[in-house]
């Protein structure tokens, strides 16, 4: 005990109450050690009453009693809380002389105690709990002789012994519950992963998509009821490695090394293969999964899920087999356009220019038209993709030198365009060109034009300037149709400015346009 | 310089004006074929030394394979003329080459000569424009 607890009398009777609370006694019935003991040393006391009395705050119980009916009394009514107190065993040889208890209403009521003797309870830091005690209805002048003083000191250190003991117990007790609790945690954690596994099974089953999970090693350990349902094979027939086999020959190498790719990096699976169908055929699937990592991040299982894009992939080629229909006709159009004005022309020889003119027109029109459609690899125009630059250069093939040089030189910022842009596109440059040839920089072997297209912001500024061209003397005549094409290419439907310079060194036109307006589609966010 | 030229174009207008560009250069037109049936008949009638073969035509996709029989079972030389040069551009056996869609007559005369050129074994000049030669 320490100091502040000795000189604290609240202190000391808290202290008190976890003491006798740790034995874990208080209140609880008669047990035969404790009576044995208390029997024993009223016995050679030869006294008809004893008692083993606890201090549990403001009462005094009795964990054994003889000769009383009462299991508890209060404080002040106690002997007891004053012989623990006390060092060695309490003696009163008769307590109607005694100025402490002569007042007792135990002494002068029915219960007539004359005689007391007892002996503290006191534990292994010293503390009173409480004491063994002895009474007689007969004053004892005598007191107790030696031998059943000693009795009365060794029983109280023997009761003191059986309340440790009870401790000891009560701690192996609290540690085997705190043991079988873990177990019993360890069995409740375990019965919820089996449940929360059946509840994730129970709702992959009635899931409409195919879903599967696999170990960290690829080993698939689970499909879901529509997986075996689409697929027609066997429950559990697929577990392990199996899965392969259900796949298209064709596609099975592909698949398998998306899935080692995915084991190995962690990187999340996706692939379109086609899957065995219970009905013998083939049919496409997209299969994708997902890790599930631990705490440090390894792998701890894939979950998968299969959909069904049969009839996508159906909608994919019935609308690629669409538009390249429609494209192919388109293309003809243009074609049976050329080739009726041709014939057309052959009637009336006068008209022969024109109908040359126009025709060439059209073919510029139908070599944008070609770039902007849709396409399969093997439909594509241009090796160099369909870009703006590309499609230039193809229109300006026919004015290559006799080495097969450009001498339309583009460069700068290429930029997509689409169908919307390709007319405009194809007559401002078309007629750039065909302008050149006649009057400008392309009718003289050594003339050349440079085209530069700069995206600057949200505008786009291609510029054209020939070099090398005849002496330009102002605005030449006869350009008006031309002019106009150009005009309405670039300020009608581009919603730019142009603007002309016929420099005595070469015409010089600049087309500023809005840069949106190369792919309109594509900047409304249609990629129709 | 003439020959024999058989023109497959499923479009009538087309075929027709081509035609007429052929036979102004002097060439001998044998007949023009909507499909590859047809192009087959005209053909076993023998003396086609050249084929102008569309790609598309209306039995289908069917030039690329008539190019091929024309080539190679008629001893016909074959020049494609498509809008879609990437159908042939790793080459069929037994054909020559592809000329690229939308054509002029330019493109025409050139290519026709110097197919024709080829065929006779005389020296021929540089590959005209347009013009795309296999192997």
């Given at each position: 005990?320490?100091?502040?607890?000795?000189?604290?009398?609240?202190?000391?009777?808290?202290?008190?109450?976890?003491?006798?609370?740790?034995?874990?006694?208080?209140?609880?019935?008669?047990?035969?050690?404790?009576?044995?003991?208390?029997?024993?040393?009223?016995?050679?006391?030869?006294?008809?009453?004893?008692?083993?009395?606890?201090?549990?705050?403001?009462?005094?119980?009795?964990?054994?009693?003889?000769?009383?009916?009462?299991?508890?009394?209060?404080?002040?009514?106690?002997?007891?809380?004053?012989?623990?107190?006390?060092?060695?065993?309490?003696?009163?040889?008769?307590?109607?002389?005694?100025?402490?208890?002569?007042?007792?209403?135990?002494?002068?009521?029915?219960?007539?105690?004359?005689?007391?003797?007892?002996?503290?309870?006191?534990?292994?830091?010293?503390?009173?709990?409480?004491?063994?005690?002895?009474?007689?209805?007969?004053?004892?002048?005598?007191?107790?002789?030696?031998?059943?003083?000693?009795?009365?000191?060794?029983?109280?250190?023997?009761?003191?012994?059986?309340?440790?003991?009870?401790?000891?117990?009560?701690?192996?007790?609290?540690?085997?519950?705190?043991?079988?609790?873990?177990?019993?945690?360890?069995?409740?954690?375990?019965?919820?992963?089996?449940?929360?596994?059946?509840?994730?099974?129970?709702?992959?089953?009635?899931?409409?998509?195919?879903?599967?999970?696999?170990?960290?090693?690829?080993?698939?350990?689970?499909?879901?009821?529509?997986?075996?349902?689409?697929?027609?094979?066997?429950?559990?027939?697929?577990?392990?490695?199996?899965?392969?086999?259900?796949?298209?020959?064709?596609?099975?190498?592909?698949?398998?090394?998306?899935?080692?790719?995915?084991?190995?990096?962690?990187?999340?699976?996706?692939?379109?293969?086609?899957?065995?169908?219970?009905?013998?055929?083939?049919?496409?699937?997209?299969?994708?999964?997902?890790?599930?990592?631990?705490?440090?991040?390894?792998?701890?299982?894939?979950?998968?899920?299969?959909?069904?894009?049969?009839?996508?992939?159906?909608?994919?080629?019935?609308?690629?087999?669409?538009?390249?229909?429609?494209?192919?006709?388109?293309?003809?159009?243009?074609?049976?356009?050329?080739?009726?004005?041709?014939?057309?022309?052959?009637?009336?020889?006068?008209?022969?220019?024109?109908?040359?003119?126009?025709?060439?027109?059209?073919?510029?029109?139908?070599?944008?038209?070609?770039?902007?459609?849709?396409?399969?690899?093997?439909?594509?125009?241009?090796?160099?993709?369909?870009?703006?630059?590309?499609?230039?250069?193809?229109?300006?093939?026919?004015?290559?030198?006799?080495?097969?040089?450009?001498?339309?030189?583009?460069?700068?910022?290429?930029?997509?365009?689409?169908?919307?842009?390709?007319?405009?596109?194809?007559?401002?440059?078309?007629?750039?060109?065909?302008?050149?040839?006649?009057?400008?920089?392309?009718?003289?072997?050594d003339g050349r034009v440079a085209l530069t297209t700069l995206r600057q912001g949200e505008r786009y500024v291609m510029t054209w300037r020939e070099r090398g061209g005849p002496l330009l003397k102002g605005t030449p005549q006869g350009a008006g149709f031309g002019s106009s094409l150009l005009a309405l290419s670039v300020e009608g439907?581009?919603?730019?400015?142009?603007?002309?310079?016929?420099?005595?060194?070469?015409?010089?036109?600049?087309?500023?346009?809005?840069?949106?307006?190369?792919?309109?589609?594509?900047?409304?966010?249609?990629?129709? | 310089?003439?020959?024999?030229?058989?023109?497959?174009?499923?479009?009538?207008?087309?075929?027709?004006?081509?035609?007429?560009?052929?036979?102004?250069?002097?060439?001998?037109?044998?007949?023009?074929?909507?499909?590859?049936?047809?192009?087959?008949?005209?053909?076993?009638?023998?003396?086609?030394?050249?084929?102008?073969?569309?790609?598309?035509?209306?039995?289908?996709?069917?030039?690329?394979?008539?190019?091929?029989?024309?080539?190679?079972?008629?001893?016909?030389?074959?020049?494609?003329?498509?809008?879609?040069?990437?159908?042939?551009?790793?080459?069929?056996?037994?054909?020559?080459?592809?000329?690229?869609?939308?054509?002029?007559?330019?493109?025409?005369?050139?290519?026709?000569?110097?197919?024709?050129?080829?065929?006779?074994?005389?020296?021929?000049?540089?590959?005209?424009?347009?013009?795309?030669?296999?192997?």
């Amino acid at each position: 005990m320490t100091n502040s607890i000795a000189s604290d009398p609240d202190a000391i009777e808290a202290e008190r109450l976890r003491v006798l609370r740790s034995f874990d006694i208080l209140d609880t019935d008669p047990e035969q050690a404790f009576d044995d003991v208390m029997l024993l040393a009223a016995r050679i006391c030869d006294a008809p009453i004893g008692m083993v009395s606890l201090a549990v705050g403001d009462r005094q119980w009795f964990k054994a009693r003889e000769g009383v009916d009462v299991p508890e009394i209060g404080p002040a009514s106690s002997f007891s809380r004053y012989a623990m107190r006390q060092p060695g065993v309490t003696l009163v040889r008769d307590a109607r002389l005694d100025p402490l208890f002569a007042d007792h209403p135990l002494v002068t009521g029915q219960s007539g105690f004359r005689f007391y003797a007892g002996a503290p309870l006191i534990d292994d830091q010293g503390l009173a709990l409480g004491a063994l005690c002895v009474i007689d209805t007969r004053p004892r002048p005598q007191g107790l002789d030696e031998t059943q003083l000693m009795t009365m000191d060794v029983l109280a250190r023997q009761v003191m012994a059986l309340l440790e003991r009870r401790r000891a117990l009560r701690e192996r007790r609290r540690s085997d519950e705190a043991a079988t609790a873990a177990v019993e945690a360890a069995r409740l954690v375990t019965e919820k992963l089996a449940e929360s596994d059946a509840r994730f099974q129970a709702i992959a089953d009635s899931m409409p998509q195919m879903v599967w999970s696999s170990r960290p090693d690829g080993h698939h350990d689970y499909y879901n009821a529509r997986w075996y349902a689409f697929t027609g094979a066997a429950e559990g027939s697929a577990l392990g490695d199996a899965w392969g086999e259900m796949i298209h020959p064709e596609d099975q190498e592909r698949a398998r090394t998306a899935w080692r790719a995915s084991l190995s990096t962690g990187e999340p699976y996706e692939v379109e293969y086609r899957l065995l169908h219970h009905t013998g055929s083939y049919a496409w699937t997209l299969s994708r999964a997902m890790p599930i990592r631990d705490g440090s991040g390894a792998v701890t299982r894939w979950f998968g899920t299969g959909t069904d894009i049969a009839e996508m992939k159906r909608l994919e080629q019935a609308k690629a087999l669409l538009s390249q229909e429609l494209s192919h006709r388109i293309k003809n159009i243009f074609a049976v356009i050329s080739a009726l004005l041709a014939l057309s022309a052959r009637q009336y020889p006068e008209a022969k220019a024109f109908a040359k003119a126009a025709r060439t027109r059209i073919s510029a029109l139908a070599r944008a038209h070609e770039f902007v459609r849709p396409h399969t690899e093997s439909s594509r125009p241009s090796l160099d993709g369909t870009t703006l630059h590309a499609f230039l250069r193809d229109l300006f093939l026919p004015y290559d030198d006799e080495a097969g040089r450009p001498r339309v030189v583009v460069s700068g910022d290429d930029a997509d365009f689409d169908d919307q842009a390709a007319t405009p596109v194809a007559l401002l440059f078309h007629e750039l060109a065909t302008n050149a040839a006649k009057y400008g920089a392309l009718s003289v072997p050594d003339g050349r034009v440079a085209l530069t297209t700069l995206r600057q912001g949200e505008r786009y500024v291609m510029t054209w300037r020939e070099r090398g061209g005849p002496l330009l003397k102002g605005t030449p005549q006869g350009a008006g149709f031309g002019s106009s094409l150009l005009a309405l290419s670039v300020e009608g439907q581009l919603g730019g400015a142009l603007e002309q310079v016929w420099a005595p060194g070469g015409l010089e036109v600049v087309a500023d346009i809005p840069a949106t307006a190369l792919a309109p589609r594509r900047a409304a966010g249609q990629f129709a | 310089m003439t020959a024999r030229i058989l023109i497959i174009e499923d479009e009538a207008l087309v075929a027709m004006e081509l035609r007429f560009v052929l036979e102004d250069l002097g060439y001998e037109v044998v007949g023009t074929a909507p499909d590859a049936r047809t192009a087959r008949a005209l053909a076993s009638r023998g003396g086609v030394e050249l084929a102008l073969v569309d790609i598309h035509l209306t039995d289908g996709a069917t030039g690329v394979g008539l190019g091929q029989e024309l080539g190679e079972g008629f001893g016909v030389t074959v020049l494609y003329m498509t809008a879609n040069p990437g159908m042939v551009s790793h080459g069929v056996p037994g054909t020559m080459g592809v000329l690229t869609k939308p054509t002029d007559e330019g493109c025409v005369r050139g290519a026709v000569e110097y197919a024709l050129h080829l065929r006779r074994g005389e020296p021929a000049p540089v590959v005209p424009d347009g013009l795309q030669m296999f192997g």
